[in-house]
């Protein structure tokens, strides 16, 4: 069950990272491809047309799309501008083919070294997808490219006379930008985002697994004292049940016997129906308190005074036992907090400490300001507490040994219903032990 809930938690949390990182790194990489084909296209415009000389005299070019227009001279055309003659320095490695409505190829403006066949390839592949704004590859380097409608008038000169005749031309003119460093930028770049993308996943996989580990952690726990409580609770309610029906059986049988001879039957069920209702009665009281359902009636009274008092009620199964009792109680020592509670917890701290020493022992109880707090121990000697077993002592139905809490009234609630009204005063309640020495419960107030 767990394991699925942990599974759960570890799917929601992976899809919601997954969703946040792709997202990031997809835009990433379209504003950076974004940015770098407006570059490109940028680029693309400083690449102008240029005038073309015939031998007979000037051909004048006319972009037919917001492009360069050639200027007039008295009777004749200007010859094109000289900036139109050149390349911007922004403009990178780029070259310009004119090819008529034919495709064909009319002139090529190149400082390249390339092969006709070459160009005419380009060309091409240029004017298959005129409007595309895909780059073509040509041996292994990519060229953005565009195609622009133009229109060129030339004419006939005789002897610096302007002409009489000129003819106009369509053509389209196509220029190419290489882009090759670009695309292998992005390329880099796509493949940097997915192996970090890859990890990112991976660490943060692990990260939420042991995060999903942990919040589950606390409801394992939870669970599994809740099981060990009913389990606990039924072998508890299982033994006065037990003797509750034999007793009732051994009555029937001697139905015609008198009341009075049968007193002893009697008694026995009314002792295991007192430990059934004395049993569901700290149950209740625990449940209760670890629900936060503890009313706190504070008041300023004197801690010192409580503890003594409380030491005077254990006088007596002490000298039954023939066990020492010693006191280092300093006088005086005021606080504020729930007098009936806190005497609560010393009565069952004192109570634990009778019954779990031995005949001869000693019981030791101290109250000390230490420090910036207050704390009482109560110590008796004895067997003590494994150490495996010490963390379990304020567990519910914790007996210690099977073989010693037997013989041993109680129901192994007391340190628990302690440990639950101490974390509702918001005091500390603590146990320490040495086998063989001495146990010790320290029940302590910040000042």
């Known amino acids: 069950m767990f394991k699925k809930i942990r599974n759960r938690i570890l799917l929601i949390n992976m899809l919601m990272a997954s969703s946040v990182v792709i997202i990031a790194f997809v835009v990433i990489f379209a504003t950076t491809y974004t940015r770098e084909w407006n570059d490109n296209r940028d680029k693309l415009l400083f690449a102008l047309p240029v005038q073309h000389m015939t031998t007979s005299g000037a051909t004048i070019i006319q972009e037919s799309r917001g492009g360069m227009e050639s200027g007039r001279t008295g009777m004749g055309f200007a010859e094109a501008p000289e900036s139109a003659r050149r390349f911007s320095p922004n403009a990178g ?23 006709y066949e070459t160009y005419a390839l380009m ?15 040509v041996d292994g380097r990519m060229w953005q490219y565009k195609v622009s409608p133009i229109t060129v008038y030339s004419g006939e000169s005789f002897f610096g006379i302007p002409p009489f005749i000129f003819t106009a031309y369509e053509l389209n003119h196509i220029r190419f930008l290489d882009v090759t460093d670009s695309y292998r930028s992005i390329r880099s770049l796509a493949l940097m985002l997915s192996g970090l993308l890859i990890v990112t996943l991976a660490l943060f996989f692990i990260i939420s697994r042991y995060f999903a ?18 389990t606990d609770a039924s072998h508890e309610l299982k033994t006065p049940l037990s003797v509750i029906n034999a007793n009732c059986g051994v009555l029937y049988t001697g139905k015609e016997e008198t009341v009075g001879s049968q007193l002893k039957w009697v008694d026995s069920i009314m002792r295991a129906a007192d430990r059934m209702a004395g049993l569901v009665s700290g149950m209740m009281s625990l449940v209760s308190l670890e629900d936060n359902h503890l009313k706190l009636q ?31 109680i300093e006088p005086g020592i005021e606080i504020e907090s729930d007098k009936e509670h806190v005497a609560k917890i010393l009565s069952v701290l004192l109570d634990n400490a009778v019954k779990y020493t031995d005949s001869g022992g000693e019981v030791s109880v101290s109250l000390l300001r230490e420090n910036r707090g207050i704390i009482c121990a109560v110590r008796n000697s004895g067997a003590g507490i494994p150490p495996e077993d010490l963390p379990h002592v304020f567990d519910r139905f914790y007996r210690g040994d099977p073989a010693r809490s037997s013989a041993i009234s109680g129901y192994g609630l007391g340190l628990s ?13 603590t146990a ?16």
């Open 123 to 137: 060309a091409a592949k240029a004017m298959e997808a005129a409007d595309s704004t895909k780059a073509i590859n």
């Open 298 to 328: 504070k008041s300023l009274f004197d801690l010192s005074e409580a503890v003594a008092d409380a030491t005077v009620e254990i006088e007596a199964p002490s000298l039954e036992k023939g066990l020492r009792i010693t006191r280092d």
């Open 213 to 230: 580990n942990r919040a589950i952690k606390p409801m394992e726990e939870a669970w599994e004292k809740q099981t060990r409580f009913i």
């Open 417 to 429: 219903i302690a440990k639950a009204i101490a974390n509702q005063l918001g005091a500390k309640l």
């Open 93 to 115: 490695l780029s070259f310009s083919i004119f090819v008529d409505l034919d495709n064909e190829i009319v002139d090529i403006n190149s400082m390249l070294d390339l092969e």
């Open 432 to 447: 320490d032990s040495e086998l063989d020495e001495y146990t010790e419960f320290r029940f302590s107030f910040e000042a």
